[in-house]
């Protein structure tokens, strides 16, 4: 009987799994009713400028001189930056459980994200990621983005362990069908709860750290 290798590396989303998604379609409603901005016409500019975006080809400057100051405002753009850093908020029992089991198991955790560059920045350095996280393969620094499958190969590739090491944790179902698509056994996280019963399945239990 051939014994299951342990796993040595988890891979992550951030948004929606370690923290609140940073800029989504909720946040910039929000943004809409703060600033007092036509809700329609802002998604609809961000849509056509969000690939080029998290693909880190413009900078956050240069996305909202396109999106949003287009036109002139009574705010500026510091004020409206300032808003969109705080609508990140943290999920400390999964920052926890993570932490924890990289202490306990000796993990290597790899971030594979589609964040744009200086949000992604704020959010490692505001929550700490990099406290545990040992690499971060955001779609604004590798410069390819979810779904494209190319961000799992080269996850695997920095990560060099084989693919049967690995588990992947995300919240958004299709990506988890292309991780599994690669061999990448994944788990479709909904809530901190179900994720830790997924996780002791292999063989990663959120018990007392290891001595």
């Known amino acids: 009987m051939t014994r299951t290798k342990p796993i040595r590396v988890l891979f992550l989303d951030i948004g929606g799994v370690l923290l609140t998604d940073g800029w989504d379609h909720h946040a910039r409603k929000r943004a809409a009713k703060y600033f007092k901005l036509e809700s329609a016409e802002i998604e609809d500019r961000h849509h056509l400028t969000f690939d080029t975006y998290e693909e880190g080809k413009l900078i956050l400057e240069e996305y909202l001189s396109r999106v949003v100051f287009y036109q002139k405002r009574s705010f500026t753009q510091a004020q409206f930056r300032r808003f969109m850093f705080a609508q990140s908020k943290p999920y400390p029992a999964m920052i926890a459980l993570i932490a924890h089991l990289k202490a306990r198991y000796g993990l290597k955790i790899f971030v594979v994200s589609n964040e744009a560059r200086e949000l992604n920045c704020h959010r490692i350095r505001k929550f700490k990621l ?82």
């Open 130 to 211: 990099d406290k545990f996280v040992d690499s971060f393969i955001s779609s604004c620094f590798v410069h390819v983005r979810k779904p494209d499958a190319d961000i799992f190969r080269l996850a695997l590739d920095v990560a060099q362990v084989p693919v049967q090491q690995v588990v992947y944790i995300e919240n958004t179902p299709m990506f988890v069908d292309i991780a599994e698509d690669l061999g990448i056994r994944s788990i479709l996280h909904t809530d901190y709860k179900s994720t830790c019963a997924k996780l002791a399945r292999f063989g990663l239990r959120n018990g007392e750290p290891a001595t």
